[in-house]
């Protein structure tokens, strides 16, 4: 009998083995790989190079991490979405098991390079390194950053004051091609903390 053990073992480690699906023969794997097979992540996402890239930023103001009144900064921690189209990276979702959003790598396709206009230094949390894709091309991307940005205070009132710092986006090289959607949300500081 102890022969027989080792048998029922192997056949049974191949059945499942045979069994398992391999993951090059799931829709997502076939899709993800269409996709990004003859992408260039270097190339504005567009048909008509004349049209511009809409990207929409969802803001908002986490927390006031520290106000250095003597040098004019004011550090915040940010959340913001960015959402925009690219056209090379739509599907019908019907093709695919009815999939109608994938996670892909940032680093695999364009990105919209937004700065803030009024930063003086950038502590970038750690990135997420995915973005969600839905089957017709929109693309959100969420960040949460810290940034120290220069900002007019006036504290003579203090501790009554009440601080306006702007944050204003723009893009670095894409600057007539990639038309930015935002809301400059002013980022108000109803008591202020002198350290």
């Known amino acids: 009998m102890a022969p027989l053990w080792p048998f029922i073992l192997v056949a049974a480690s191949g059945i499942l083995a045979i069994d398992t699906p391999h993951p090059r023969n799931s829709a997502l794997y076939h899709l993800t790989k269409q996709l ?47 959402v925009w189209d690219d056209e090379f990276l739509s599907w019908n979702s019907s093709m695919f098991d009815d999939i109608r959003e994938i996670s892909l790598p940032l680093s695999a ?3 919209p390079d937004i700065i803030i206009n009024e930063f003086v230094d950038i502590e970038r ?4 390194p995915y973005v969600y894709v839905n089957s017709s ?14 900002c007019s205070l006036e504290t003579y009132a203090f ?37």
């Not at 893009?171 to 400059?184: D, E, F, P, Q, V």
């Open 137 to 150: 091309g929109t693309i959100k991307n969420s960040k949460s950053i810290q940034v120290v940005s220069a």
């Open 36 to 82: 990004l097979q003859k992408y260039h992540k270097e190339v504005r996402p567009v048909h008509d190079w004349t049209e511009a890239t809409t990207v929409h930023l969802d803001v908002s103001l986490r927390a006031v991490l520290d106000v250095d009144v003597q040098n004019q900064k004011l550090k915040t921690n940010v959340w913001y979405r960015e």
């Open 159 to 195: 501790p009554f004051d009440i601080q306006n710092c702007s944050l204003t986006f723009n893009s670095i090289l894409h600057t007539g091609s990639c038309r930015i959607s935002a809301m400059s949300l002013p980022l108000q500081q109803e008591e202020s903390r002198q350290e």
């Open 109 to 111: 396709i364009w990105a």
């Open 125 to 128: 949390l750690p990135d997420l």
